[in-house]
DNA sequence: ATGAAAGCGCTAACAA
DNA sequence: TTGTTAGCGCTTTCAT
């Protein structure tokens, strides 16, 4: 008693199986009674069309693949449910994956796209820039989020505006009066920490205000890292006033840090982030940062990957997205 | 010039396009000479079998599905992660949808396994119970987090032990001394709520309390809602020294509250959460709570579907996960 | 150990 | 407007 095929339904409507792929496909060339008999008899059968048929015969698999090093953390989740969100409006499933490292990023790869169960591939990942070299450019793909700063404008990438974000975060710092800032950065591998640690640069030398090198400390985006940047930063002699941190949990790390110094937060010292994280307003004291779209991330990846899929000869598309500037309590005019 | 197929491989190692599929499916029955003639000619072509055409003539498409409300949760992003590493160790791709709402959530299902396009479904759904009848039951699937407390042991679930943990979070505060315990609850309609409610009451008709329906307060397990729940419980007369609230989430927006009422923590109250999200540890102060694994409750989950497919008449099982305390410093003896 | 034939469930191209 | 004929690329069954 398995599934009723499209021959089941064409038996009981009294039609050619034919007759019954067009009902299916809507195609405009069946005669309404018919129609009707078919179209009673599928749901009497509760007949549903096998998809993996469909797609056997179609060349199509209507399937769309998404790679990130885990699904866990809320950067990646968020760009996969915009991501998601998209797909499906286009009439695509979503494969998720994550690949923590690189030889299971290939393998992933070769097993996804090779083998074409998807039609599609999008990458979210910091390290791209390496990744990308390998991937056979004759595959639909997109590369999203973080490090997916390509300078090759020959493939789909959709990025944040890292440079103006930076940017903005340093100027707001310095129109709060702030001329001693310090910086805690993502690694520096990555693209996206190369452009925010120039925007940040840039602000600063807008005003004629020198770099400190001394006020620059690598982290890897975890509240870890922001603790130990923070520690670093504020033990030593002089102490800045403010800092700008890549991220948000890095910031949220850094309140930490401040507080084992006994600093108060606005008051002594400013501190802005970036991404907006979803409990970014619970924080003591709340924190000012840029939000991010991410969800927007996703769904922008997802256009440019569906209009690559449906014509592979389309030009290829660089976006870049602007944040904007939520101020809480994190940052004060200095005192 | 598009791929090539079994043909052209059978072509080039001079053998039938039958002994390139043993060959590819591993047989023993072809001789290593001959297979050495087969994988070299696979290489050469760098051929890859259709997966689709695998699916077709094998009735198998190695996918799994996964349906959450959103994929952005961080409850429902871990579990899919758990879910994900398991489904890929099992030899499985899992797709992931979010479903928001109950007319989304059953066109996915018809869309996804009536369609053979995956062969067992996940469900991560908080409100499980009332989806759960609609769901074709001859289908392989397992019901994960927090509402899948089905009293039907006919289906495969995977929860946490909400009522222990419950449980043991208000026995925590009891231990500290505390007697005036309040509590924020998720939504009164999730099982997993009521579950939570049943180990609070238990823990506290242990010690001979009593149970204040004015210290009950109903959530949506965001921060916001922690926040209102917060407002109404210490705004009022007379005031719980502790709060057992049914998620961390809350119980960071019940900080806010407290601070709103100049209250110390922990000091002046105690507050315990459920979960242990990653920026716990962070908040201030760091937040007690009772730790769930939900990557674990993803792994357990793809186990049992992953069983269930390949044997459809393995007996479904219920499976129920422990939490561990996490003691931070929202919660302090009772003074 | 290998090959030939049939068919998985559907769609596309052609015929009527 | 409908039906017939071929596949899509692979595996399974049965011969050899």
Avoid at 43 to 71: D, E
Avoid at 198 to 222: K, T
Avoid at 265 to 272: C, D, E, F, K, N
């Amino acid at each position: 008693m398995s599934r009723p095929t499209i021959r089941d339904v064409a038996a009981l409507a009294g039609v050619s199986h034919q007759t019954v792929s067009r009902v299916i496909n809507e195609s405009e060339q069946v005669r309404p009674q018919t129609r009707a008999r078919v179209s009673e008899a599928i749901a009497q059968l509760s007949y549903q069309p096998s998809a993996v048929a469909q797609s056997m015969a179609k060349g199509r698999t209507g399937m769309l693949a998404c790679i990130a090093p885990n699904l866990l953390d809320f950067t990646f989740s968020s760009i996969i449910e915009g991501a998601q969100t998209a797909a499906r409006e286009q009439g695509y499933f979503l494969l998720a994956a994550s690949a923590p490292d690189e030889e299971s990023f290939h393998q992933l790869v070769e097993e996804l796209l090779t083998s074409g169960r998807t039609e599609g591939l999008m990458v979210i990942d910091p390290y791209v820039a390496e990744l990308s070299r390998n991937v056979p450019s004759e595959y639909p793909i997109v590369f999203a989020g973080g490090g997916a700063h390509l300078n090759q404008p020959l493939v789909n990438t959709v990025v944040l505006d890292d440079e103006t974000a930076a940017l903005m975060a340093t100027r707001h710092l310095l129109e709060l009066g702030h001329t001693q800032i310090a910086m805690v950065t993502g690694p520096r591998l990555e693209v996206c920490t190369q452009k925010r640690i120039l925007g940040f640069e840039r602000a600063l030398h807008g005003r004629q205000l020198p770099i400190r090198p001394e006020w620059m400390v690598e982290g890897d985006w975890s509240a870890e890292a922001g603790y130990s940047a923070g520690m670093a930063l504020l033990g030593g002699g002089e102490r800045p006033t403010a800092v700008f941190v890549q991220n948000d949990q890095m910031a949220v790390g850094l309140f930490q840090a401040a507080r084992a110094h006994g600093l108060d937060l606005p008051t002594q010292l400013s501190v802005i982030g970036i991404d907006d994280i979803p409990l970014a307003a619970y924080f003591c004291p709340p924190l000012t940062t840029m939000r991010q779209d991410f969800q927007r991330i996703g769904r922008e990846a997802i256009r440019l990957l569906a209009r690559t899929v449906a014509d592979p000869t389309t030009p290829s598309e660089q976006v870049r997205l602007p944040v904007t500037l939520v101020a809480r309590g994190s940052t004060a005019v200095k005192n």
